[in-house]
Structures are given as structure tokens and as C-alpha cells.
């Protein structure tokens, strides 16, 4: 007894515990006991098997809290998907461990009390639940049982439900449509959708067009499914298209169906009626009594249904009035008796009617017609020589009656300014770019032009401008000759003339 468990009394031989005993530990226990008369040297000894009897003291304890599985979502009834498993310390009955499903689930597992092979009872197919949670209890057989019924003691097994691509896509949208013949190029003609029952990328579905689109009337976008015109249509020309189109799903082994999409094209009223000849030539006779019958004009009308029914109509001209024609079958009889001396030739027009009214609310586009116009056809101005750089000296202007960048005004100057003068091209004025100087140039003629901003053939006007420079007394007379020598004799009588001075002043 090296952890003195145990106390024997000297006296009578008693055998008494003296700590808590653990079965789990120890469950049997030899003891030497020796015995001693007196203080007889000579002892004698015997061994004492003492058996620690199991109470159930240990609740069965699982390895790990929470687990995960996958499964595949085809797995037939009885599928072993998971085995779960508890430790008890203690023996026998208080060691033997019975599983069972603790937490509420669609009754598609069961487990087994005594393995903890949790099963399928049924396929999960029809489950739109991709993953199941099942908290696992597990409890001995003891008396008192002890369990791990308590959601922090019990086996968290999530159960994830792997998709099989085994769902062909199905057409939920219908296999016909129709369309106006007249719509724009991009217009959405039809939506095409598949479903797919399968899960990720097993139920990602694509579209295409397999055949009937050979002129490539129509595109269809793959992810949409939206279908549009990729060209002007024509009743005339083609009145129905066959499709077929192909949904196609994303697995490794990809899925498909496919579909026949009729679009029929419904007619527009955009084709005018044609008569069977140009020229209708008849001869009736004179003074025959009205309703004489006198020709039967046709035309036909290659649109579909209503836009196809035509009338007929003799338009105003000399002589109609003595003649009428069927509003429907374009009989044309006589109205009145007819006198060749009178008129030997009628000439009629006939015209079948394409018409109807609607409310038309109109805005007018502005079109380029204008030219920018000046306020004069020449300008003339007049300025000091030393105006100084930098000065206006004309503001010109012109309007344009178009609208937006069509009547949006710019300045220029042509013709060559002796670097004198330059143009604000947004204001139109005219400065000066340098000192000018009227004895160097007294008069400047150039040319100034207002363009409209259009972006497509922009128009413009072109103006005459002069410019006057006037002079300024800036320059001081100056001698021909400097110094100025005259010789005069001695004999030279007075008020003679001994010589002419001159002088020159540029201003």
C-alpha cells in the first residue's frame, strides 16, 4: 500500500480505508498482512486481494466537440455518413455507451444506440438544405445513467450536402415571340431562361444559338439570356425565324437542352401599294348612258392583314367628275354620258391610299444654314499714330441665327497686318500688337472673319477692315543741308539773294 490507502488495526486485524478509492485507477488492490505474536521474532504473513467495485461516477465523454462530413446529395437510404464515438472510465454497465440524436432534424439520419453509425433513413435530393447540424447525446447504461445530454457536452456533427450535377437545365420561358418589323437594331426581342436545380457552378447556366441564325439577324447574350436584333428586320423579306437555342450548365460534365424559339415578325404598314401596270389604255363608247363599265384597275401591297386592304380613288383633275371608281375593287364606271367632240381623251390618276393620322408632337433640329453676319460690309476707323500697344481700336461683331455650337461666333483675321493688329477670337476686338507710326504706314487693309463653331462644315463670313493712321506732330523739321556755305563776292549790292535754305518736316 506505497499510497496508504489503507490502516489495519494491530489488535483485532482490521482492514479500514483511509482515502477515496477510484475504480478507474485501481480496481483491484493485494495487500501483504503480517502477523507477530508478542515480541516473538517469528512472524507469518498472508496476502488480502481487495476488488474496488465500479460505481458510475464517469459520464461518457466524446474525443472532440464538433465534427464535419460531406456527403453527396444522390447517397441512397442506409448510407453510413458518420460514426460517432464516446469514452467511459467506468466498467460494465456504467461503461457501456447508447448514442442518440439529441437536436430536431428533418428525420433524414438516424444512429445506432450501440455503434454511433449515424445513417440516411431517406435521399436528400429534394432538400433545398445544403447542410444539416446534428448535436449527438451520448449516455452509459449505468444506475443512474449518466449522459452528455447537455448541448455543451454532446457531439456537433455538421453534415454538408455535396451537389451531383445531375439536372439537365429545363426552358422555363416560352419557345415563341414576335416582333415588330420596324424596331431599331438593339431592340430586346425576347428573354430566354433555363433552370437548374443542381447547386454552384452545376446549376450556372449559359445560352446559345445553335442554328436558324444564319444571316445573324439576332445576338444573344450568353449570361442574360437576352435576345436582340443585330439588324433591320423585313416582314417582306422573312416573316418567321426558327431558333434553336441551347442552355448549358457549368459542371465538370456539363448539361444542356436545347429549345426551338419561333419569332414571328409582325408587319408594319411601310410598304405602298403598286399598281400591275404603269399605263392602263381603254377605249368606251359615246353617249352611253353613267355606269357604264370602263376598266378595272388592281394593285397589290406586299404588307401583312389590315396594311394590306387597299381603296381606291380617282384624284382631282379635267373630267374626273365624270367618273367613279369602286372604293374596293377598282372598277372604274362612268358618271355621266360622254361626247368624244366634246373630250376624245381622259387622263386619269388613281391612287390607293396608305395613310393614317396620329399626333405629332415636333421638335426642330437646328441645321447649319446660316452664315455668321456682320452689322456692316466694311469697316473704317481712324486712330492716332501713338495710340499705345495693347489698344482697342474696333470691336466688331456678328450674329448667327443657328443655334448651340451652329451659332456659337469666332473671330479671325486674314490678310497680312504687318503685325500691327490682332482679334480676340471670343469678343471680336481688334487690337493693337505694336506702336504704330503714320509716317512709316498711314493706312492698314485687312480682312477679318466670323466662323460658327459646328463640328461638321462650319460656315463663315468675311469682312473688310480699314484702318486710317493718323499723324501726330512727333517730328521736328530737319535741314537739307547742315552746316549750310554760301560765297559772297565783296561787290554783292544789298537785299541781294546770296542763297536758298530748305528744310523738310515728315509729319
Not at 135 to 156: Q, R
Not at 190 to 218: C, M, W
Not at 271 to 288: D, G, W
Request: aromatic share 6%; with cysteine; glycine share 6%.
Amino acid at each position: 500500500d506505497p499510497h496508504g490507502r489503507f490502516s489495519i488495526d494491530s489488535q483485532f486485524g482490521i482492514i479500514r480505508t483511509k482515502k477515496q478509492l477510484d475504480h478507474e485507477t485501481q480496481s483491484v488492490v493485494v495487500l501483504t498482512v503480517q502477523s507477530q505474536l508478542g515480541n516473538s521474532p517469528v512472524y507469518s504473513s498472508t496476502q488480502v486481494n481487495i476488488t474496488v467495485i465500479d460505481v458510475n461516477d464517469n459520464p461518457p465523454l466524446f474525443l472532440t466537440k464538433s465534427d464535419k462530413v460531406t456527403i453527396s446529395h444522390t447517397q441512397p437510404p442506409g448510407t453510413a455518413v458518420y460514426i460517432a464515438h464516446a469514452e467511459d472510465k467506468d466498467s460494465g454497465l456504467n461503461g457501456a455507451v447508447k448514442y442518440s440524436i439529441a437536436s430536431k432534424q428533418p428525420n433524414a439520419f438516424s444512429i445506432d444506440p450501440s455503434l454511433g453509425v449515424v445513417n440516411l433513413t431517406r435521399t436528400v435530393f429534394a432538400d433545398k438544405q445544403q447542410e444539416y447540424t446534428l448535436h449527438i447525446a451520448a449516455e452509459d447504461c449505468g444506475s443512474p445513467p449518466l449522459t452528455s445530454l447537455l448541448m455543451l457536452d454532446s457531439l456537433a456533427v455538421k453534415i454538408v450536402i455535396l451537389d451531383v450535377n445531375d439536372n439537365s437545365p429545363s426552358f422555363t420561358s416560352s419557345p415563341l415571340s414576335s416582333v415588330m418589323e420596324d424596331v431599331e437594331v438593339g431592340f430586346l426581342v425576347h428573354r430566354i431562361v433555363a433552370k437548374d436545380p443542381d447547386e454552384g457552378r452545376n446549376g450556372q447556366v449559359t445560352y446559345h444559338i445553335l442554328s436558324g441564325n444564319e444571316n445573324k439577324a439576332f445576338v444573344l447574350d450568353k449570361i442574360t439570356g437576352l435576345l436582340t436584333t443585330a439588324q433591320l428586320l423585313d416582314r417582306e423579306f422573312q416573316e418567321r425565324y426558327s431558333l434553336t437555342v441551347m442552355a448549358l450548365d457549368d459542371g465538370s460534365t456539363a448539361l444542356s437542352a436545347t429549345q426551338v424559339l419561333t419569332i414571328i415578325v409582325l408587319d408594319v404598314n411601310d410598304e405602298a401599294p403598286i399598281f400591275l401596270k404603269q399605263l392602263y389604255e381603254t377605249a368606251v363608247r359615246e353617249n352611253q348612258d353613267p355606269g357604264e363599265f370602263v376598266i378595272k384597275v388592281e394593285a397589290v401591297d406586299r404588307d401583312a392583314g389590315l396594311n394590306s386592304l387597299l381603296r381606291y380613288e380617282i384624284l382631282p383633275g379635267t373630267g374626273y367628275e365624270k367618273f367613279k371608281i369602286n372604293l374596293d375593287s377598282g372598277v372604274l364606271i362612268t358618271t355621266a354620258s360622254l361626247d368624244r367632240e366634246t373630250q376624245e381623251v381622259f387622263s386619269l390618276k388613281g391612287s390607293p391610299s396608305r395613310s393614317s393620322t396620329v399626333q405629332l408632337y415636333l421638335t426642330v433640329l437646328d441645321e447649319n444654314d446660316h452664315n455668321p453676319l456682320f452689322e456692316k460690309t466694311q469697316y473704317q476707323v481712324s486712330v492716332r499714330e501713338d495710340l499705345e500697344e495693347g489698344s482697342v481700336i474696333l470691336n466688331l461683331f456678328a450674329s448667327d441665327e443657328d443655334d448651340g455650337l451652329n451659332g456659337e461666333v469666332i473671330y479671325s483675321l486674314i490678310d497680312n497686318t504687318f503685325g500691327a493688329f490682332a482679334i480676340d477670337s471670343v469678343t471680336g476686338s481688334i487690337v493693337t500688337t505694336k506702336a504704330l507710326d503714320w509716317e512709316t504706314k498711314s493706312r492698314y487693309t485687312f480682312r477679318a472673319v466670323a466662323s460658327d463653331c459646328s463640328t461638321h462644315l462650319p460656315r463663315s463670313t468675311t469682312v473688310s477692315v480699314v484702318v486710317h493712321v493718323g499723324d501726330v506732330n512727333d517730328n521736328d523739321p530737319v535741314f537739307f543741308q547742315n552746316p549750310i556755305r554760301a560765297f559772297v563776292p565783296a561787290e554783292t549790292p544789298v537785299n541781294e539773294t546770296i542763297i536758298t535754305v530748305g528744310a523738310e518736316d515728315v509729319d
